[in-house]
């Protein structure tokens, strides 16, 4: 299982993103319990989505790659970037678990989820194919894969529409 938990459509607003000698957190409880203690999930590793006022989109990104790149740190520094007026709202879906013992986040992803960097990698980038975010200012990294473009068959499909529209304009230019 990549994803272990995740938050939709966190108010902006209602996160506390500390002071100067008091550290931020982002609080949430589980959905699914009657009587939960808060889990602090700032040092989340996955990924995450902002929102303008009207719940749409406008930027996809990770948390995880690097040091201090963890979800509470990503989403601090779009407070005060070219994002910091676009986004009131966000979503996150998270790789560390939280602990049955104490129920607090793990500290680091297990082993398994340790290899899983290099899909979330490739997450974002499907993620960003699809989607176009318009304020993702790179693309996803894929990786190793190779890109292919689309090869039209002429031979059994004829001119393209475009092709075939150029050919009368140059007629109609020519007369």
Do not use: C
Request: a positive charge; zero cysteines; proline letters at 3%.
């Amino acid at each position: 299982m990549l994803i272990r938990n995740y938050g939709l459509f966190w108010k902006r607003e209602d996160v506390y993103w500390g002071r100067q000698k008091s550290a931020g957190h982002l609080l949430g409880i589980n959905a699914g319990l009657k009587k939960t203690d808060s889990v602090d999930f700032r040092q989340q590793v996955g990924f995450y989505a902002l929102y303008d006022d009207a719940f749409q989109l406008v930027y996809f990104g990770q948390a995880g790659r690097g040091n201090g790149q963890t979800l509470y740190n990503r989403l601090k520094t779009h407070t005060t970037d070219h994002l910091a007026e676009r986004w009131s709202r966000f979503s996150w879906f998270g790789i560390k678990y939280v602990k049955k013992s104490d129920g607090k986040l793990s500290a680091k992803p297990n082993k398994a989820q340790g290899d899983l960097l290099n899909f979330i990698d490739q997450t974002e980038a499907i993620v960003l194919a699809v989607a176009e975010p318009p304020n993702n200012l790179q693309g996803g990294r894929f990786g190793k894969a190779v890109q292919y473009l689309q090869d039209r068959d002429e031979e059994k499909l004829g001119p393209s529409p475009e092709d075939k529209l150029t050919e009368v304009y140059n007629r109609l230019q020519s007369t």
